[in-house]
């Protein structure tokens, strides 16, 4: 059959619903989260739990409201049994967002008759938020060979993050900073894996099974698993002084791709990359590992603006975010950096869930244009052509 539909590769330019949530306007790097520029939300010292509130609820909350949802999230700080269970009982060289993805599809089992309702959704949102955060620090856990732990609850979502995977009370410093790596993951409107948990709730399928589908596509290495890719970039070219070199070895003449640089929709800096630079700068002042990732990182960043600038291809998100994890603490290891995306992006996943699934549900349901063979006769298989596999 000729091919005589228009086919839109990747959707890039399908918009699936409309949304209160985040707005991007790539051409000239900005980020806002319900009408909040990112960059505003962080200098003013936003927590994460504040903006998981704005993304629920579609307003920044006062105090008592805050501390009420604060307590909703806690509820799911305590993992059920079994689900700690199958975490730990996981080969523990597993790929964390794997496991991400098997504790979720477990807690989807105890969904008995799930119903979307508008009135209930906020909640079961808030506790979910909680359930990430503590399958997240178990299946760090688990990695490390450290055991299963329940998260105490604290002032921040990112301060009971830190002290049940670190084993120790964080400084300022690193909360600010988780906190901020938090916030910059939220949300970024409709990518990979937003999309995938869409096109599972819209068959009204649970919120788990919808956090499952979304983990299942950041698993793949062309929406995670950047973080890393960066750091190991990083640790390849190994010094500062090694950078030329390896650039015009490897992206020059060796035409590989320099992680961490472009973007689908940003077509200048990454809002995100900025901010993460400040922390990374920071953080890696007092830890010689990080520090050296980030001299090599800023060296690099210079000669890619300056080789690719023109082309509008620029550090994204990613290119710095690895180096604050490693300088919190956290070893490259299991694709362990992506687990952490997941951890904030969860509160972007259900609120678009909810957005969708209360307000604008329709079955999700493409189309394929066929340019197969037609009109074939049915053979017998007795009357077919020899084999065509030989061994």
Do not use: C
């Not at 209160?20 to 900005?30: A, C, E, F, P, V």
């Not at 307590?71 to 996981?90: A, H, N, R």
């Not at 959704?121 to 979910?128: G, L, S, V």
């Not at 399958?135 to 732990?149: D, E, F, L, Q, S």
Request: proline residues 4%; hydrophobic residues 40%.
């Amino acid at each position: 059959m000729e091919k005589t539909a228009n086919i839109d590769k990747g959707l890039e330019n399908v918009n699936i619903k409309w949304t209160k949530l985040t707005y991007i306007d790539g051409n000239n790097g900005i980020l806002k989260y319900g009408g909040y520029n990112v960059n505003d939300l962080i200098e003013n010292g936003a927590k994460e739990d504040e903006i998981q509130y704005l993304f629920l609820y579609g307003e920044l909350p006062n105090r008592l409201d805050l501390e009420l949802f604060q307590s909703k999230v806690q509820k799911g700080y305590e993992l059920p049994d079994f689900v700690k269970d199958i975490i730990f009982e996981l080969p523990r060289e597993s790929d964390a967002v794997a496991m991400q993805m098997a504790a979720f599809s477990a807690l989807a089992t105890s969904t008995y008759n799930f119903k979307w309702n508008a009135d209930l959704d906020r909640d079961q949102a808030a506790k979910a938020i909680g359930l990430m955060s503590a399958v997240t620090a178990n299946v760090y856990r688990h990695i490390m060979g450290k055991g299963p732990v329940d998260l105490e609850p604290s002032d921040s979502f990112a301060e009971s993050f830190l002290r049940s995977t670190l084993d120790r009370t964080p400084s300022e410093d690193e909360i600010d900073a988780m906190n901020a790596a938090l916030i910059l993951y939220t949300d970024h409107e409709v990518p990979a894996s937003t999309t995938a948990g869409l096109v599972a709730v819209s068959t009204l399928s649970d919120m788990y099974s919808g956090i499952a589908a979304a983990l299942a596509a950041l698993k793949g290495p062309l929406h995670g698993g950047a973080a890393e890719a960066s750091i190991m970039q990083f640790q390849e070219i190994g010094d500062p002084d090694n950078v030329d070199a390896w650039f015009r070895d490897n992206i020059v003449n060796g035409n590989k791709r320099l992680m961490g640089f472009g973007h689908r929709v940003y077509k200048t800096y990454d809002p995100r990359a900025r901010i993460f630079r400040r922390y990374a700068e920071k953080l890696s002042a007092n830890d010689p590992e990080a520090k050296k990732m980030f001299d090599i990182a800023t060296r690099l960043e210079k000669i890619g603006i300056d080789t690719f600038g023109s082309k509008k291809i620029y550090p994204n998100t990613d290119y710095f975010s690895g180096i604050v994890y490693l300088a919190l603490g956290y070893p490259l290891r299991n694709n362990i950096y992506t687990s952490f995306f997941a951890l904030s992006r969860v509160t972007g996943w259900i609120s678009h869930f909810m957005e969708y699934v209360e307000n604008q549900h329709r079955l999700i349901r493409p189309r394929a244009v066929y340019v197969g063979p037609e009109d074939l006769q049915f053979v017998k298989i007795d009357e077919r052509r020899g084999p065509i596999i030989t061994s």
